[in-house]
């Protein structure tokens, strides 16, 4: 369903098991992230009415997804850590050459998101089903459905906006570079690394 060139490596799990509070820090600033972009998106292309009405339900979305992540790191007796750089969005940001009509940035906004929610939803089902911490494990099965459902609003929206068969194309060369990018990684306690 997600399309996804590579499979993540089940063994990230273990990396995971062994970090637990590295990587709810770094899903915490995740969820922070996408309710920042649901806000950039806004700011930039206000004139595009349902994509602002939707991002603004997605803002109040990711930010009760932060608190929900925060609540659990507090429950086990920790604080939020500092954000750490995100190798997975830093290269792939890479992808899409920069400027272009403001048409052209938009669907290159949407695609970028619609494949992160795309890699965090492969992620968190990967969580869900190998987590030995249960609630940890159905914690990340509800959180997974979310991530499915902002993939597929963003790449609808992504191909409401653009020519259908270019987004297509475009969206098939970014999950083979995606996949490229994944190849290096899947061994830190990164929800995306």
Known sequence: MLGLKLPTDPRWVNI??????DILTDHAYCEQKAASTAISLIVSFPEYTDLVKEMTALVKEEISHFKMVHDKILARGWVL?????DDYVIQLLKFFPKGGSRTTQLVHRLLYAALIEARSCERFRLLSEELEDTELAEFY???MVSEANHYTMFLTFARQYGNREEVDNKWQELLSYEAEIMKGLSKSQMIHG
């Open 81 to 85: 850590g500092r954000d750490r750089k």
């Open 16 to 21: 995971v098991e062994k970090n637990i509070e």
């Open 141 to 143: 099965r509800k959180l």
